[in-house]
């Protein structure tokens, strides 16, 4: 090696060691040392990064004296938290969120939100009033939101945004099911009318001068409509000399619809078999109801306006229909000498 080269070598590990102690020395001054007078102990605070520690750093040597940092100078670093204080405030979040979490879902369970397409603008409603109004009486919307949900919280989208955008990302098999669920509803609650319009009668009370409501079924009374009967026509004030009763339209349709299925017609000793139990039905149907009217009369009562029946054989007498009768109804009397003398 020549001279030259060791003089270079020379001024290169010494400025190598120049440096590492220069950057030791700054390591070892990035800590200082800060007293908090509520814990009444020093922490170590790192000047790099800003990470504030009660232990000291595990990379300075036990050796080394940390310096006291000035308390009046600028920032002023807090302490960190202990652990107990820490489970404090993380107890206070959690009250807190527990809190705010309880409070939207009350006022989700009392409040609506709606969009009015007309006047394009967000209204709320009250829930209780739904349960109250009725069709005819819509609930009072509330274009000025409550304080609580004006200022802090918010029910989301309009109830009809949600209900459209769920329509538009409905499966068609969602769809059928809402479908299927919708139709076997209703015909739950036409099955439940139908029985109510088979055990209740509408009867007139001639002393309170109002119709009442008879249960057959339970013997009690009511001044009161059943719920489901509700939106029937009232036929109270029909009067009582009108044509007998004829069932509507639409139910000789649907019973059309139950007998004359196309599987009773796929040839012609089905079709033979169908028109002959067609037949004998209609026939068997026409007997009874000959018989029925020989031994029933239909008679109105002066007393009540209202007709009865009376068992020519049996001697008794009903406010009711017999049920053999079905849709069908006798011819009105009005003079018991008009009556037919022949019996069954």
Known sequence: MGEYEAVRKLQCLYRARRARRVLQRARDERYQRVFSIAHGEFFYYNLWQGVKSWTRPLEISKSLDIPIRDPDASPRISPPVTSDEAAVKLQAMWRGFQARRLTRQLLSERYEKHFDLEKERVYYVRKSEFAKAG???????????????????????P???????????????????????????HRGREFM?????????????ATAGRFYYYNTATK??????????????????????EAPYRPKISVLAGRRRGVLRKEKFHDEAAAARTIQALYRRFATRKLMLELLSRRYRKILDPASGHAYYYDSVAGTATWFKPAMLGDCDLELFDDPATWPTCHV
């Not at 200022?151 to 989301?156: A, F, Q, S, V």
Request: glycine share 2%; charged share 35%.
């Open 135 to 157: 069709k005819k009486d819509p609930p009072t919307k509330l274009w000025d939101p409550p304080p609580l949900l004006r200022k802090m919280y918010d029910l989301g989208e």
């Open 159 to 185: 109830v009809e945004i949600r209900r459209l955008a769920r329509f538009a990302n409905m499966a068609p098999e969602e769809a059928a099911q809402i479908i299927q669920h919708a139709y076997r509803c």
């Open 193 to 205: 009318r139908k029985i109510l319009r088979s055990r209740v009668k509408k009867l007139w009370d």
């Open 220 to 241: 009690e009374s009511s001044w009161e409509k059943p719920q489901l009967l509700l939106h029937d026509e009232d036929d109270g004030n029909q009067n009582h000399r």
